[in-house]
């Protein structure tokens, strides 16, 4: 009663035209939700080995941010978004991506990557108030123990899965593909079904993180899910050498054309500078020397790969193509055709000079 006659006494009070009549109304401010992130702030670990264990237990310090995190080029990113890897996984994610183009016809893309210990705790505090703390233990990590503030962790999405993060998308041969590959890239899925008793967190086949080559490849050999190999390793299980990363390598100033081969003879027809280039590719793939440089890598051009667009035509694309990044356009004198490879069988698009047909580098 007394709340209501004071309202009545101030309707006709305004705070623009002071009244000495009306008493002086404090402006209240909304209160500002501050995040209690320390409480969090219990680990010792530090990343800087690509096989340090990170999980429930095991807890990343609060203050530990990569030593050589680079921004995703944008066409990688889901919606552009602004996402950081370290720069071996960075070069081993743009190799993987631009294989799936070339193998799989799918276009991964970077959803999440690195968050650092801050953004952890605003991402584990959105799931807590939106779902609840149960639901936000299953799908994402404490501040502290969550692998993405490894820099070498991606969660990988497509079109073809609508953008979305979900388990559905494990039955589409588009994630076969992506988990049978990631080892060829030194990645590896960190939260396989069924394992949620050992990694704690529900299936998702989006998630994988970076380990390099030589750890991927005994860790497949090992059978082990990826928890368990890297807490062998921990424990310097002697049954594991757990290899440290060598840096991921891509050729430089040699970009994909597509078309398989044996030797550079078989790349003959895209030019006198074409080479075939096999290493870190089973079958090998014909190259050409792009004629200009990225700017946004100096010395390490970008992979060029070749893209169906939305208006029928299709063309070899650079990841710092003139579309994506005016002026800097990489061999826009190829134009994309669906040939047969020279040596592998069945089709597959390959990319040709302009006004060419792909017969023209079709082999036997
Ligand atoms: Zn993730």
């Known amino acids: 009663m007394k709340r209501l006659l004071l309202l009545a006494g101030l309707l006709g ?49 609060g ?20 996402n950081l890897l370290r720069i071996d996984a960075l070069t081993a994610f743009e190799a993987f991506t631009t294989a799936g183009l ?38 994402s990590a404490r501040p502290g123990r969550s692998q993405h503030q490894l820099g070498t962790t991606v969660d990988i999405t497509a079109e073809v899965w609508d953008w979305a993060l979900e388990p559905e998308m494990a039955v589409t041969w588009e994630s076969a593909w992506l988990f049978a590959q990631a080892g060829r890239f030194g990645f590896a899925l960190s939260y396989p079904a069924g394992e949620e008793a050992v990694t704690g967190y529900a299936f998702e086949p989006w998630h994988y993180r970076y380990i ?69 590719h089973p079958e090998g793939y014909c190259t050409v020397p792009c004629t200009r440089g990225c700017p946004d890598r100096p010395g390490n051009n970008q992979l060029t790969f070749c893209r169906a667009e939305a208006d029928g035509n299709a063309w070899c694309r650079s990841q710092c193509d003139a579309e994506r990044l005016p002026g800097t356009g990489c061999r826009n004198d ?28 079709t082999r036997g």
Do not use: W
């Not at 203050?63 to 552009?80: E, F, I, K, N, R």
């Not at 134009?335 to 069945?346: L, N, Y």
């Open 13 to 61: 009070c305004s705070q623009d035209l002071p009244d000495p009549q009306c008493p002086a109304v404090p402006r209240v401010k909304p209160p500002v939700k501050v995040l209690d992130c320390a409480r969090y702030d219990d680990g010792h670990q530090v990343g800087s080995s690509l096989l340090v264990v990170v999980n429930k237990q095991v807890a990343l310090a």
């Open 63 to 82: 203050h530990y941010t990569p030593p050589d995190l680079l921004p995703v080029p944008a066409v990688q990113s889901m919606d552009g978004r602004k």
């Open 102 to 139: 070339l193998e799989a016809g799918v276009d991964l893309r970077a959803r999440s990557t690195y968050r650092s210990f801050h953004d952890q705790c605003v991402t584990f505090d959105a799931k807590v108030q939106a779902h609840g703390l149960e639901h936000a233990e299953r799908y």
């Open 212 to 280: 390099g080559v030589e750890a991927a490849a005994e860790y497949a050999r090992s059978g082990l899910i990826l928890e368990r190999y890297l807490q062998a390793c921990a424990a310097a299980d002697p049954r594991f050498t757990c290899p440290e990363a060598v840096p991921f390598e891509v050729p430089i100033n040699h970009h994909f054309v597509g078309g398989a081969c044996a030797t550079d003879a078989d790349c003959a027809d895209l030019g006198a500078a074409a080479v075939c280039l096999v290493e870190g």
């Open 334 to 361: 190829y134009a994309c055709e669906v040939g047969r490879r020279p040596k592998a069988a069945g089709s597959a698009r390959v990319c040709v000079p302009q006004g060419r047909r792909p017969d023209a580098i």
